[in-house]
């Protein structure tokens, strides 16, 4: 006998990489246990984005960040989803008006990996050796290490990357090692950077969960499952971003943790080819995230001026 089907207790929208459906998986799982109901209650709409169509071109040239959420948020607006899932390093610095970052899962590792057949760190890389990454950030870093290294742009989920390692078409990529650890790919990193030389991408290995700001039934099962340690640190690192009008097009460096109810920030800008790079650092009230990670933003946009990010 045919069983009757109810409607779904929450729709979740995220994209179909296996990172995506990782994060999007264990927010099923988590929902799942703090409200007591089944996992297939929960369910997931995989959402093709035009930053996974678009693989030929830096991001930076075919627009930022909002290549990877902007069909998902989309599919908020018409109401085809509840909530989105993302990679918080994916969202755009101003959310569309109407949606909301609602709550983060905990934070994983927040470390790059370094992934290399020839090094064990990317100072033992011989010079002239070829380093690919998708990042801005983490290009200008490497050439602010390593201005005799040449940095070129690959585009592609994990294992593309990894695939262009083993290949020798790179000599190296640098990856979040949350990602890895996530997808059970640890043991392919080669080593890790230490944060207090390479700062990782603001909101890097936090999983951020986005609704409708006028959905109170969403966002009050979400707020079952929100890391509040993590959003708060999220909070003060968007701030920063927010104050330098941060993008995809702009190498910028940010990370904030959280101790009882004080809150440590560090912020970095880098020019594209490492020539140049401002960094500050914030302590304060957890309370004061959001003020602490806008004033931090705006000193560095004022110490690099307006010409900061306009030459490479």
């Known amino acids: ?39 297939e209650a929960i369910a997931i709409t995989i959402i093709k984005t035009s930053g996974d169509i678009i693989q030929d071109r830096p991001l930076a040239e075919v627009g930022g960040k909002g290549l990877f959420t902007k069909e998902i948020e989309q599919a908020l607006f018409d109401n085809a989803v509840d909530l989105a899932v993302h990679s918080s390093k994916d969202m755009e610095t101003n959310l569309p008006d109407g949606l909301v970052l609602t709550a983060c899962l905990p934070r994983e590792d927040v470390r790059d990996a370094f992934i290399c057949k020839r090094a064990t760190t990317l100072a033992e890389l011989p010079a002239g050796a070829v380093v690919g990454t998708a990042s801005l950030r983490r290009g200008a870093m490497v050439k602010r290490l390593r201005p005799d290294i040449e940095v070129v742009s690959i585009r592609g989920n994990v294992d593309t990357r990894l695939r262009k390692v083993e290949s020798g078409e790179v000599d190296a990529t640098l990856l979040a090692y949350a990602g890895l650890k996530r997808l059970g790919l640890a043991d392919k990193a080669t080593s890790l950077f230490d944060i207090a030389v390479f700062l990782p991408a603001v909101g890097q290995g936090a999983v951020g969960i986005e609704c409708r700001a006028d ?18 640190a999220l909070t003060a690192e968007r701030a920063f971003l927010r104050a330098l009008d941060g993008s995809c097009r702009t190498p910028i460096a940010g990370h904030a943790t959280v101790s009882g109810d004080r809150l440590s920030l560090r912020g970095l800008i880098v020019k594209t080819d490492g020539s140049v790079a401002h960094e500050t650092s914030r302590e304060g009230a957890a309370a004061d995230a959001a003020a602490l990670g806008d004033d931090a933003g705006r000193e560095l946009k004022a110490r690099g001026g307006p010409d900061f990010f306009a030459h490479g």
């Open 215 to 232: 959905d109170t039934r969403t966002r009050d099962i979400l707020a079952a499952i929100d890391d509040g340690v993590t959003r708060t």
């Open 1 to 39: 006998m045919a069983q009757s089907s109810s409607p779904p207790f929450v729709r979740i929208g995220t994209r179909g990489s296996p990172l995506a459906l990782w994060q999007a998986h264990e927010t099923q799982k988590r929902l799942a246990a703090a409200h007591g109901v089944p996992l």
